[in-house]
Structures are given as C-alpha cells and as structure tokens.
C-alpha cells in the first residue's frame, strides 16, 4: 500500500507539472497496487495490470461497485500509453 500512495503523490506531482499522460500512468499504477494490496492482506497474490481485471477477481470476496469497476477501465486506458 506504501507504493500504492508513493505513486498517487507521483501522479498530483504529473497533474501539477502538466505531465498528463505520465499522471494518468501514475494513477493507475497507484490504483494495480492499490488492489494487489488488499489481495496481499488476504494472504493471496495476484498477477496482471488491469485494474479491472483484479477489481473482478476481488469482487468474489468482497462488494465492489459497479462505478468503480467503469472508472477503473478508464484508468487501464493510461497503462498502454508509454
């Protein structure tokens, strides 16, 4: 989770500087390690880079909004561009 937070404060960083598509890369590495984190703390590891993707694998285990699952397509967009 500490990584995840590095690379939020990484993408406000990129938002403030006019870096757009580095801060939208860095909010989606924020968010993969967001949830890679929570599969962490289930004892479990989980593998790939869509934040949808593991949305959908952790939705098995606990609630996850549909809103959420929409906003975290939008962010998977951001991992392709470099």
């Not at 500087?17 to 939208?24: S, V």
């Not at 996850?64 to 929409?70: A, G, I, N, R, S």
Request: aromatic content about 10%; glycine content about 8%; proline content about 2%.
């Amino acid at each position: 989770m500490d990584q995840a937070q590095g690379d939020l404060e990484h993408a406000k960083s990129d938002l403030g500087g006019g870096f757009y598509e580095w801060a939208c890369f860095s909010a989606q590495q924020a968010a993969e390690k967001a949830v890679k984190a929570l599969f962490q703390k289930w004892g479990e590891e989980a593998w790939g880079h869509s934040v949808a993707d593991l949305l959908e694998a952790a939705s098995g285990r606990v609630p996850v909004p549909e809103e959420l699952k929409e906003r975290a397509l939008e962010l998977d967009k951001a991992y392709c561009f470099v």
